[in-house]
């Protein structure tokens, strides 16, 4: 079992004393400024991150409409332009050169026309999917939240749709389990469901917890220490042959000590 951990959660020797894996979160490594790459601050964090001998994945700019996600860095899969796409460019560049597992990656909003939105981003995920075979880089798409309105590839079902009609051995899932435990409105038993309904496709897996309901505070989507929530980990044993990384998404380090021991209960023998 790989357990990681986002680089937002703690330093690098932080996160490499009880971790084997840092995700590199993009949009808040403060290396963009007017959505420009700044190749020095990028350089030295690089630098700082080959101390440790950690695996890593990378967690590419996405769409939030949020004061805290930077604005000179979204990126709505369903709606790119020139500047989106070399965004993304970039964490699939990035992931090539620190040898990375996975690049992750949110998909498209939708608005009154689900599938037109849907059919733009597929287009879109072909151009990125050619660019990470070019780089021998592998995608990840993340079920996001059915909690919030527009999210495209809540279910399983359309996650599933999405790399499918894809079709790129570039481009696999990323399991979101508390983005799952939402769209499930906390059931159980439908979230092992769900794992069980992606599992073939997943190359990537995020870990957090949350009660699986709606909060007026990031629509539920909480983020808290596996174990403080609803989740029932077990569920990712429906994950049948997955070999990856358990990254988790966490805002300290006392959060990732407690989920460490939750996930590691939860899934022994695997």
């Given at each position: ?7 937002f959660?703690?330093k690098f020797?932080?996160i490499a ?9 993009m949009?808040k490594l ?7 790459l ?34 000179d ?9 020139e500047?989106?796409?070399?965004l993304?460019?970039e964490?699939?560049?990035i ?6 597992g ?9 608005d009154?026309?689900?599938?037109a939105?849907?059919n ?5 995920l072909k151009i990125l ?14 079920n ?11 279910s ?12 790129s051995d570039?481009l ?11 769209t ?9 469901e769900?794992a ?6 997943v190359?990537?897996?995020?870990v ?11 629509d ?10 609803t ?5 990712l ?8 990384i358990?990254?988790?998404e966490?805002f ?19």
């Amino acid at each position: 079992m790989i357990l990681g951990a986002s680089s937002f959660t703690g330093k690098f020797s932080d996160i490499a004393s009880e971790l084997q894996s840092v995700e590199l979160y993009m949009p808040k490594l403060n290396v963009y400024k007017d959505s420009i790459l700044q190749k020095d601050i990028l350089g030295s964090i690089l630098d700082e991150l080959s101390v440790f001998d950690m695996r890593t994945s990378v967690h590419a700019p996405y769409f939030a409409d949020v004061p805290t996600y930077p604005k000179d860095v979204v990126v709505d899969t369903a709606n790119m332009g020139e500047t989106e796409f070399r965004l993304i460019r970039e964490s699939i560049d990035i992931a090539a050169r620190l040898g990375s597992g996975t690049v992750v990656l949110h998909p498209g909003r939708f608005d009154t026309d689900h599938e037109a939105c849907f059919n733009k981003m597929i287009s879109n995920l072909k151009i990125l999917a050619a660019y990470a075979q070019d780089c021998g880089v592998m995608l990840g798409l993340e079920n996001k939240e059915g909690t919030s309105t527009g999210n495209m590839c809540c279910s399983a079902e359309e996650l599933v749709r999405a790399v499918t009609e894809v079709n790129s051995d570039n481009l696999g899932a990323t399991f979101d389990i508390g983005h799952a435990n939402l769209t499930c409105g906390g059931d159980q038993v439908k979230l092992h469901e769900f794992a069980k309904a992606i599992a073939l496709y997943v190359v990537h897996v995020h870990v957090h917890d949350n009660n699986g309901v709606w909060t007026d505070q990031y629509d539920g989507d909480e983020h808290l220490a596996p174990g403080a929530g609803t989740i029932d980990y077990t569920a990712l044993k429906e994950l049948k042959g997955y070999q990856g990384i358990y990254n988790m998404e966490l805002f300290s380090m006392e959060d990732v000590r407690m989920g460490k021991e939750t996930i590691k209960k939860c899934l022994e023998n695997l």
